[in-house]
């Protein structure tokens, strides 16, 4: 069976990648979310959730055993060190689930959608880079008044991941979220791109 094409796709936190990626799924493409993976590894009674407990201390669970989403990423935000002793533990459980994952799948491209794709090294899984691009500014704006992010760690969640510059030099195609950005056309676009590069007729 021939390996199906995998695009990845990224972008700087609050960019507008989950609405590209949703406009993606509405036309049929197979998406896996890095972070739905990344929540599934650290589930309950999930061997990457002993090893978090083990190297940050109980304190970052919750009474139910669960983990402590919140508290752990104001901790790694602050600390890059935290940051890649939590990647460690986490990014080899994360690589094994997508790589089965995209075994499964068998329509002509599915498509990863992960913030972190270049920062993690995933893009070693993927056949082509897709980079949803918006302005710093713009990006810092959605956190807090969106997601109600204190705008300290917006500035440190948007300067822990790669720079627009080399996510933009990294790329194979880019979107542009602009203020007059016609996104759904963009991904019809591209996605008429992806079959054609799928099927080997381009």
């Known amino acids: ?19 590209v ?12 979310e890095a972070d739905q993976v990344a929540r599934d590894v650290v589930a309950a009674g999930a061997p990457a959730l002993a090893q978090i407990a083990q190297t940050f201390g109980a304190e970052y669970l919750l009474a139910d055993g669960a983990l402590d989403r919140r508290r752990l990423r104001e901790h790694v935000f602050a600390d890059a060190q935290a940051r890649h002793r939590l990647e460690a533990i986490t990014h080899p459980h994360i690589r094994a689930q997508i790589a089965a994952w995209r075994a499964a799948q068998s329509a002509p491209y599915c498509m990863l959608s992960n913030a972190i794709l270049l920062e993690s090294g995933m893009d070693a899984l993927v056949d082509r880079i897709l980079v949803v691009d918006a302005p710093e500014k713009a990006q810092l704006e959605r956190l807090v008044s969106r997601d109600r992010v204190a705008e300290q760690l917006a500035r440190q969640m948007i300067a822990a991941q790669a720079s ?21 056309a963009a991904v019809a676009r591209l996605h008429r791109l992806y079959l054609q590069l799928a099927r080997g007729t381009r």
Do not use: Q
């Open 1 to 19: 069976m021939a390996t199906v094409m995998f695009v990845g796709l990224t972008g700087g936190v609050a960019s507008g990648k989950s609405t």
């Open 21 to 32: 990626a949703a406009a993606f799924v509405a036309l049929g493409v197979p998406l896996l």
């Open 164 to 184: 627009r510059e080399h996510r933009l030099a990294r790329a194979d195609d880019v979107i542009d979220n602009g203020a007059a950005a016609d996104l759904r």
